[in-house]
């Protein structure tokens, strides 16, 4: 079943309703391949790309079951879509309300004309993406050994005295060189003090001996991301940094043991959370455990305290909890899982255990 069905299939849409979708993340996935702009139309009687001149052969290489539609002189978006909703006679139109701003959408309700209701598509599509293929895990799993072997490829480059901004260009580089076709987000690394910020920016901080790194990086391949962390130290690291490690690492791997179908994704966030703090470091782990992981680098259902939903298998999520120091460093640990009927399969598979270059 295509994901085009699969769509029509969940709203259960009949002859006088369509779907316009503009998120560029949903356009991917419903076409199955077209990374340009414009919009998707779904009805059960058609399959519409609308773009301009700079996408069209590219919507054609890409998505071959659509039907491209190139806007020109008088003739937009909105007046392509509303000649379509007009041939299918067409009364009701799904909408992302949540993704357009609001002149977007008046332009566009103004276009169909009143007599189209324009419906909330209500994140459907996101619900739809939740749950991977077999294909989808599958390109998943091709960009998490892209970023587990570019770690164990970036290993020998660290060196004292080179700064973050170098580590993280060296880093990037070696995703790309081994076959990511982009990265699927900004690269973080935090070394020594700066290891107590979650999202640091690399800077021109020099490496120094005794220092923990912090390398949070993710390739993106065929339109899916990966997401790893991992902190190494540069020479021996103090005994209070060892002891943070050690608590992370055990953190995450009973996440990791607890992770399955059925479970509710705020109980596996709790077991992180109650073992680091019990540990002494209560208010030190102050984001969420994870996030889902697809063609967007976060996607739900979240590992969090406030996420009551209830994994399924075939759910790819990341696994990090972090403890953070201010003025002294931090630790994070992370590996993007699938969610399996009895377990997970950790898809990011570099090493784990303490790294002392």
Do not use: W
Request: hydrophobic residues 40%; charged residues 25%; proline residues 4%.
């Amino acid at each position: 079943m295509t994901a085009s069905e699969r769509l029509i299939n969940q709203l259960r849409l009949g002859p006088k309703a369509a779907v316009a979708v503009h998120d560029p993340s949903n356009m991917f996935y419903l076409t199955e391949g077209y990374t340009g702009e414009g919009l998707v139309y779904i009805s059960e009687a058609s399959r519409v790309i609308i773009t301009d001149f700079r996408y069209t052969e590219q919507a054609e290489r890409q998505a071959p079951d659509f039907r491209v539609e190139m806007i020109g002189k008088g003739r937009n978006h909105n007046k392509i879509l509303a000649e379509l909703v007009k041939a299918e006679a067409i009364t009701e139109l799904r909408v992302e309300t949540n993704y357009l701003s609001v002149d977007d959408f008046e332009a566009l309700r103004g276009a169909v004309g009143e007599e189209v209701s324009c419906v909330p598509l209500n994140k459907v599509l996101q619900q739809l993406r939740q749950i991977k293929t077999p294909n989808e895990i599958v390109v998943i799993r091709k960009a998490c050994d892209i970023t587990s072997e570019a770690f164990n490829a970036i290993l020998p480059k660290i060196q004292p005295g080179m700064t973050e901004k170098e580590l993280q260009i060296e880093l990037d580089f070696t995703m790309l060189r081994l076959g990511a076709d982009e990265l699927a987000f900004d690269t973080i690394i935090a070394s020594g003090e700066n290891g107590s910020l979650c999202h640091a920016i690399p800077g021109s901080r020099t490496l120094k001996n005794g220092d923990m790194i912090t390398m949070d990086f993710g390739a993106k391949v065929g339109g899916y991301c990966s997401d790893m962390t991992r902190t190494v130290a540069l020479g021996q690291p103090s005994d209070e940094m060892r002891k943070v490690y050690e608590t992370v690492l055990r953190a995450q791997s009973m996440c990791e043991d607890a992770l399955m179908a059925g479970k509710t994704c705020s109980d596996i966030d709790k077991l992180a959370r109650d073992y680091i703090d019990a540990r002494g470091y209560a208010g030190r782990f102050g984001h969420g455990l994870g996030h889902s992981v697809g063609i967007d680098i976060h996607e739900d259902p979240r590992l969090s305290q406030t996420c009551n939903d209830i994994l399924q298998a075939g759910h790819v999520v990341t696994v990090e909890p972090g403890i953070y120091l201010p003025g002294i460093g931090g630790v994070r640990i992370e590996d993007t899982c699938l969610v399996k009927e009895n377990g997970c399969v950790p898809l990011t598979t570099a090493d784990k255990q303490l790294i002392i270059l």
